[in-house]
């Protein structure tokens, strides 16, 4: 299995901050990174696929980078609405496999 | 837009199976793969398996001598059953559609239904 780590696990942030959350795979997953965002008690929400493109209606604050191994998403300037969840999944090969999850709170 | 929604107990007892439903509206269960993916109260997420239209099945080795994984094309739904129960599977069980066939990420998700395992 393809493990996926997460850093930081937490992280606490004030609305305009630029904020940055990446994603270690246990070996190369060419460009099958993606990530989601998850708000309490609801269903995760895709954000960005394939390392880079943004999910349709997703705000272009959010980007994404990488390949192979280590992979980045990148909130420009957070909103009060980004306090949130956020999970890297690996799609490169079964069994898909997510990171442990980075918490977004407010400073 | 296709929607997904999950329907079953939301209580099992230990060692009983546990069975769920995803009824997928506004489009066809033809093609994509349709996945299962459990989150533990306060936990992260688990991959359990798909299956495509066809019925040809991926699940996940930790789980796959417990779970199946079926698709009724004629009522636009597929199901999960997950035998011999513990507590340990206590969680939130989404649905959710594959990008592609050539692809593996998740939209659109279904709410999600909380299954408790307790005697």
């Known amino acids: 299995d393809i493990q996926m780590t997460q850093s930081p696990s937490s992280l606490s942030a004030s609305v305009g901050d630029r904020v940055t959350i990446t994603c270690r795979a246990s070996q190369s997953i060419s460009r099958y990174l993606n990530w989601y965002q998850q708000k309490p008690g609801k269903a995760p929400k895709v954000l960005i696929y394939?390392?880079?493109s943004l999910q349709s209606g997703v705000p272009s604050r959010f980007s994404g980078s990488g390949s192979g191994t280590d992979f980045t998403l990148t909130i420009d300037s957070l909103q009060p609405e980004d306090f949130a969840t956020y999970y890297c999944q690996q799609s490169y090969s079964t069994p898909l496999t997510f990171g442990g999850g980075t918490k977004v709170e407010i400073k | 837009q296709v929607q997904l929604q999950e329907s079953g107990p939301g209580l099992v007892k230990p060692s009983e199976t546990l069975t769920l439903t995803c009824n997928v509206s506004?489009?066809?269960?033809?093609?994509?793969?349709w996945n299962w993916i459990r989150q533990p109260p306060g936990k992260g997420l688990e991959w359990i398996g798909y299956i495509y239209y066809s019925g040809s099945t991926n699940y996940n080795p930790s789980l796959k001598s417990r779970v199946t994984i079926s698709v009724d094309p004629f009522k636009n739904q597929f199901s999960l059953r997950l035998n011999s129960v513990t507590p340990a599977d206590t969680a939130m069980y989404y649905c959710a559609r594959s990008s592609s066939v050539w692809d593996n990420w998740f939209d659109p998700w279904g709410q999600g239904t909380l299954v408790t395992v307790s005697s």
């Open positions: 506004g489009g066809s269960i033809s093609t994509y793969h």
């Open positions: 394939a390392t880079s």
